[in-house]
């Protein structure tokens, strides 16, 4: 080799330089080889365990918290139900969360790579992605709901406590202006109605009851629309007759979806460093704001009466096996289970981390939040009920009925009503916006983890792809007729029957799959201890045979759902099961498809769809390493060197 030429080579130039003439001169060798090496962009880890757990209790406590436990208490026995509840909560809701924080900090990858310990199963992962796509793309509409809600509050008067405002009809009447209701006046021969026109007006009622009428003011739903139901329908939503009208879009609720879904871009887009600051806002605010709304709830008149509705047992609903079923319905979908968001939150621990404890302390604070809420929430119905002399019964509501309609309407009658409805709705969007930014995060750590060389060096531009592409569809339901086609995405894309049966095979993928023994020997490897025999049995047993009783006894006792007394058609029922089919019917195609893709005989498919496709030990403390064979080299250049 001449002076001023290069003393190192390519490893491609050096195989060429073998071929030369003069290859086999010594002198001619050059004195190193160098090769570029493709090494993954690094991967991020959480700043402080307290980041970490409010990230869990951010994305697992939300609006169901609110919105849905209470009324599935009262409604199934009060007191009584949450004998079936808790019961869940131990054998599926906290041994479910456990494998699921767990198995991510074990894998440190998000929810589609952590299948390489039992190939056949990645389906679960695929599947999981896309109800998380989809629920990420339809929760975010309530959110815009209550954002529109919110931004309505800030004025003197609040817009749905009056029938004078543009959008009102000529039936238009509020429950609490009893004394413009008609009386219905009858005896035994005689029946007729009179209104009278104020408060003061009761001559001509008088008289009639002395001439022996019996008079009784009754608000009559089919005759008068309350303006909170008004606005709802006539302004916010401006409801078509049904899902074949989807109208014009509300460019209304288009910005202000629009608005969340830059909110929640921005509380993710640099990663789980910067997640972890924006939880300690959008996890501790609530529980602040609940607290304010339990003072005030607690100190009106009435709110007994709703508290006794919601507390006190009725074992006889035991019985009843609808109670048992909404139970375990209701623990396997405010746990946040199956939708992948759970292993990418654990996979950005530390391995070390004792997530054993932290599993169950956000499981319990999750419970334990729904209960909370129902006293806030049952309070203030029982003083709406005592306003309006209804029994509580008739006023309790559940999902956007409670928060859009019940709640704002008991609003209007505290004293400094816009500020108790601007507390209400700010906290209804902070319990929101983090279970949205949250499994947002789940969807795209599985996605990124996925490709890391290709997408994380532009994690910032995919993420804003998705977000745009997810806001597109979401605004299919902020047309005249979107509340319809909410109402198929929320009944069919990510919950029922198909969550239940992807938390189920999931279940079956880590204990039956993998192993559960093999599954301990990696718990005992991050905490130094094998956990309790208990989990095992629930893991093997009690899990999955809960998983898939529920979703059969669901399937057995399926109706098509109506949206107040709309009923759907038979094609948007057909496009709900074409949603749930996308995300479900994976997990049976991926396996047929790997099966018969893989060569060899049976035995040896078998063998390697269910064995682990990653290495059985470490010799190391820390993470596990890559799915390589080749252990990436790290240099300042990036170039490796033999």
Not at 136 to 158: C, E, G, K, P, R
Not at 393 to 412: C, D, R, T
Not at 524 to 533: A, I, L, N, V
Not at 589 to 594: L, N, P
């Amino acid at each position: 080799m001449e002076k001023g030429e290069k003393e190192t080579l390519e490893l491609n130039d050096y195989y060429n330089h073998q071929n030369t003439p003069n290859s086999n001169d010594a002198a001619s060798i050059p004195k190193t080889i160098e090769t570029k090496v493709t090494e993954e962009p690094p991967r991020e880890s959480w700043s402080g365990k307290t980041e970490f757990v409010l990230s869990c209790v951010g994305q697992c406590i939300g609006m169901g918290n609110v919105w849905r436990f209470p009324y599935l208490c009262y409604r199934n026995g009060g007191g009584a139900f949450l004998i079936p509840y808790f019961l869940t909560v131990v054998f599926v809701g906290i041994p479910m969360y456990f494998m699921e924080l767990a198995l991510g900090q074990w894998s440190s990858v998000g929810g589609l790579s952590v299948w390489k310990i039992c190939p056949i199963f990645k389906g679960v992962g695929f599947a999981a992605t896309m109800a998380a796509f989809w629920l990420n793309t339809y929760y975010i509409v309530v959110l815009a709901w209550t954002l529109f809600y919110l931004f309505s509050s800030f004025t003197a008067t609040l817009p749905w406590s009056t029938c004078e405002n543009p959008w009102n009809s000529p039936q238009c009447l509020s429950e609490y202006e009893r004394f413009k209701f008609p009386y219905t006046c009858s005896n035994d021969s005689y029946s007729f109605e009179t209104n009278i026109t104020s408060a003061e007006n009761l001559t001509s009622i008088t008289e009639f009851t002395n001439r022996g009428f019996k008079c009784v003011q009754l608000y009559e739903s089919e005759q008068f629309i309350s303006p909170v139901k008004e606005f709802w329908e006539r302004n916010v939503l401006q409801i078509s007759s049904g899902i074949d009208e989807p109208g014009d879009v509300r460019w209304q609720l288009a910005l202000t979806l629009l608005t969340v879904w830059i909110l929640c871009y921005f509380c993710i887009w640099k990663g789980v460093q910067w997640t972890g600051k924006v939880v300690y806002v959008t996890a501790l605010f609530p529980y602040f704001l609940l607290f304010c709304l339990l003072i005030r709830g607690v100190t009106l008149p009435g709110a007994l009466e709703g508290i006794k509705f919601y507390i006190v047992p009725d074992m006889s609903r035991l019985l009843d096996s609808k109670c048992w079923l909404d139970a375990a319905s209701q623990v396997l979908f405010s746990y946040g289970l199956g939708l992948g968001s759970l292993i990418a939150l654990g996979s950005y621990n530390k391995y070390h981390n004792n997530i054993y404890k932290d599993a169950v302390f956000i499981s319990i604070l999750n419970s334990c939040t729904s209960i909370f809420a129902g006293f806030v929430i049952f309070s203030v119905v029982g003083f709406m009920a005592q306003e309006q002399g209804k029994p509580v019964s008739s006023v309790a509501a559940s999902g956007p009925g409670l928060a859009f309609l019940a709640y704002p309407s008991a609003v209007i009658q505290l004293p400094i009503s816009p500020l108790w409805a601007i507390c209400f709705f700010l906290m209804m969007l902070m319990l929101g916006l983090d279970s949205q930014f949250v499994t947002m995060e789940g969807f795209f750590t599985a996605i990124i983890d996925e490709f890391p060389r290709i997408l994380r060096p532009y994690r910032e531009i995919f993420i804003a792809s998705v977000c745009f592409l997810s806001y597109l569809i979401g605004l299919s339901m902020v047309t005249h007729g979107g509340m319809y086609m909410f109402q198929i995405f929320d009944n069919y894309a990510a919950s029922g029957i198909c969550l239940l049966l992807l938390i189920f095979f999931e279940c079956i993928a880590v204990s039956w799959g993998y192993g559960v023994n093999r599954f301990y020997e990696n718990l005992k490897d991050m905490f130094g201890f094998y956990p309790s025999y208990f989990w095992k049995i629930c893991w093997v047993v009690t899990t999955p045979a809960i998983c898939f009783g529920v979703a059969v006894a669901r399937i057995v006792t399926f109706k098509p759902f109506t949206y107040d007394s709309y009923e759907f058609p038979t094609w948007a029922h057909c496009f709900g099961g074409v949603l749930a089919f996308s995300s479900i019917g994976i997990i049976p195609i991926f396996m047929i498809i790997t099966f018969f893709t893989t060569g060899g005989s049976f035995s040896r498919r078998v063998k390697v769809l269910f064995r682990p496709d990653l290495p059985a030990t470490r010799n190391t403390p820390g993470p596990p390493p890559p799915y390589s064979v080749i252990p990436p080299f790290s240099t300042p250049d990036g170039v490796a060197r033999v």
